[in-house]
């Protein structure tokens, strides 16, 4: 037999630290998250949770048996947001960008200073709750790019790729924290 949600169920997804308020019903169930997010899910992936300790305890049997105990949630104004238009970090590794004379330095020196300019700006926007982050390292030999990418695979909660080659050419690589990784 099928599941069967009403909207204003509250959900949890079986699989994932989800938990929600049913929206929309269809071809498959959009749930709003706590943080305002709608997501969808099949019918089979969610499960009914029991309303909070304080809604049992404030409202009468009368109350409870018209509102199903589910309260119907009120309609508010969502914005969807999608990966495109979150705010951009942009961590320039030029060289030149963070020294005055590159003369001085040796190419291990410099891909040391880049790299340690990488972590403190990385550490930095993770702690300031930064969604987007492009680094930019520019194109030549592939070293910096491959050092970015060992130092960005020790992070969990973050995922990178190439970023917006018609923005940045091919020298960027783009991190996107992920929500909710507890």
Do not use: C
């Not at 990178?160 to 690589?173: H, L, N, S």
């Amino acid at each position: 037999m099928p599941i069967q949600f009403q909207l204003g169920d509250q959900v949890a997804a079986i699989d994932e630290d989800i938990q929600g308020i049913v929206v929309g019903l269809g071809k498959s169930v959009t749930i709003e998250t706590g943080e305002g997010f709608e997501m969808d899910f099949e019918a089979h992936e969610l499960v009914a949770q029991p309303p909070q300790f304080g809604e049992l305890a404030s409202n009468t049997d009368d109350q409870m048996a018209q509102s199903k105990i589910w309260s119907k949630p009120t309609k508010k104004t969502v914005v969807k947001t999608s990966r495109k238009t979150l705010p951009i970090m942009e961590v320039d590794l030029h060289i030149e960008k963070l020294v005055k004379n590159t003369k001085t330095y040796s190419n291990f020196d410099m891909l040391n200073i880049q790299m340690d300019e990488a972590k403190r700006q990385l550490e930095w926007a993770l702690n300031q709750r930064k969604q987007r982050i492009v680094f930019i390292h520019g194109v030549g030999e592939g070293v910096l790019k491959a050092e970015l990418e060992t130092l960005f695979r020790r992070y969990d909660g973050i995922k990178f790729y190439p970023a917006d080659t018609r923005q940045y050419g091919m020298g960027a690589i783009e991190v996107y924290r992920l929500q909710n990784t507890n």
